[in-house]
């Protein structure tokens, strides 16, 4: 039947809006919507925990790798590190460094040496050169001292200029010039077969 009813009168048609369907329609996109919206949130929180614990795991790591690093090798044991082995015979300290009426060192004012006896071996397959750069003294401040050079006419004193061989083991001493007050044996020695000093072993001095 047309718009015409049997009466003559125009009937006009219900709007859209007004139709029962059309608000069904309108709840159902509605619905999917905000549940798109919220697993989209959910992903997005999920996504930024795993992160977070990747990056948790990450810093763990790389202190245990840190910590793996900072062997101690208690006095008269030997540590390695590398290629490199070392042991702590011996520590003294003295005002000034004599080894005869013409070869003699003093410290600066305020200052005396600690001198380190060490026994070096090289494990390797290839000579080492004992360079400075690879041994420190280091205090419970964290100050780091590197060693005096000693030029040694009797042979008392390591030389970084020596070289040694693989198989081969040299015992000398290693002088470091702090100041007067310091504990030395509250100090380490650490050593490390990298010369940019990577994972240094540390020996205890008491």
Known sequence: MSEIEQNGH???KKPVWKKWWFWVIIVVIASGAIGASGE????????????ESSNNKEETT???????GEEE???GSEGQSGDL??????????????ENEFN????????????????????GKEALWLSSNYIKLITTDGAAYE??????????????L???????????????????GLDVTSATLAFSSSSVFKNPVSCLLK
């Open 162 to 180: 020596d070289e040694l061989n693989p198989g081969i083991a040299t015992t000398g001493n290693i002088a470091f010039e702090v100041p007067t």
């Open 147 to 160: 060693p005096t050079s000693i030029l040694s006419v009797e042979g008392a004193f390591l030389s970084t």
């Open 40 to 51: 989209s949130e959910e992903v997005s929180s999920s996504t930024e925990q795993k992160t």
């Open 104 to 123: 003699i060192y003093t410290p600066e004012s305020g200052a005396k040496y600690a001198i380190i006896n060490v026994t070096v071996k090289n494990n």
């Open 73 to 75: 090798v208690a006095l």
């Open 62 to 68: 790389k202190e245990d790798s840190e910590k793996k």
């Open 10 to 12: 125009v009937q006009a």
């Open 85 to 98: 082995a070392l042991t702590v015979n011996q520590v003294t300290e003295t005002s000034e460094i004599r």
